[in-house]
């Protein structure tokens, strides 16, 4: 069965509203989860690392004010891309480390 | 330099053959190595770790070379079901985070 639950699987918004992704681990407390964003052909990109309790990592290039992430609890984390806009839509995966490194099921963002 | 080196194909290949991927990468300390499979616009599902000493899962081998700082998947009797892009990930155990490839695409044509 799934190991880590991430919800919605799709979303279609207008572009300037906020979505939330959320990201859960089942069965097992995750202290660090890990938020990805991919292109069409493209490969995986890591965006940030979320700390369970403290502020995210973000990566080079990744604004924190444009994707706020907060990781609450040591089950789940959420990512919320702030006024979206067309060039947001994307692949959005996240994931948790348990001995090995397991996916929610992506969230597919279209902005129009 | 990039953690983790990948070629990218695309590689086309008729049912039946045998085709295998290498990943390179960089810190020589890393520990862990993992091939995953992912479908198209699906999440990346874990394929099979790779131990020193080398893995096989039925079609599937898997094997490390620490020396030239390498790992490898070896797909026998390829499967149209095979086809899918492959991602070589590499844990170098400091810190959290896990260093993928860019992904290999495989295509089995029947």
């Known amino acids: 069965g799934a190991v880590v639950s991430q919800h919605p699987s799709r979303v279609i918004c207008k572009s300037g509203t906020s979505v939330k992704i959320e990201c859960r681990s089942l069965?097992?407390?995750?202290?660090?989860m890990f938020w990805y964003r991919q292109f069409p052909k493209q490969s995986l990109m890591l965006m940030a690392t979320?700390?369970?309790?403290?502020?995210?990592?973000?990566e080079q290039g990744v604004e924190k004010d444009k994707f706020l992430i907060n990781h609450a609890s040591l089950t789940l984390s959420t990512l919320t891309v702030t006024s979206a806009h067309p060039e947001d839509s994307s692949f959005y995966i996240c994931?948790?480390?348990?001995?090995?490194?397991?996916f929610g099921s992506g969230t597919q963002l279209s902005v129009l | 330099r990039k953690e983790v080196e990948q070629d990218p194909g695309p590689f086309n290949v008729p049912e039946g053959a045998t085709v295998a991927f290498n990943c390179t990468y960089s810190?020589?300390?890393?520990?862990?190595f993992f091939w995953y499979r992912q479908d198209c616009r699906k999440e990346p599902k874990l394929l099979m770790s790779?131990?020193?000493s080398g893995n096989e899962d039925g079609r599937f081998t898997a094997q490390l070379n620490r020396a030239s700082q390498y790992i490898s998947l070896l797909i026998r009797d390829s499967k149209l079901s095979d086809s899918a892009t492959y991602l070589c990930?590499?844990?170098?155990?400091?810190?959290?985070?896990?260093?993928f490839g860019t992904g290999t695409s495989l295509t089995v044509i029947p």
């Open positions: 069965d097992f407390q995750a202290t660090t």
């Open positions: 810190n020589s300390a890393s520990q862990s």
């Open positions: 990930v590499v844990f170098p155990n400091t810190g959290n985070q896990f260093y």
């Open positions: 790779v131990y020193s």
């Open positions: 979320s700390n369970e309790g403290s502020k995210a990592t973000y």
């Open positions: 994931s948790a480390n348990r001995e090995k490194l397991f």
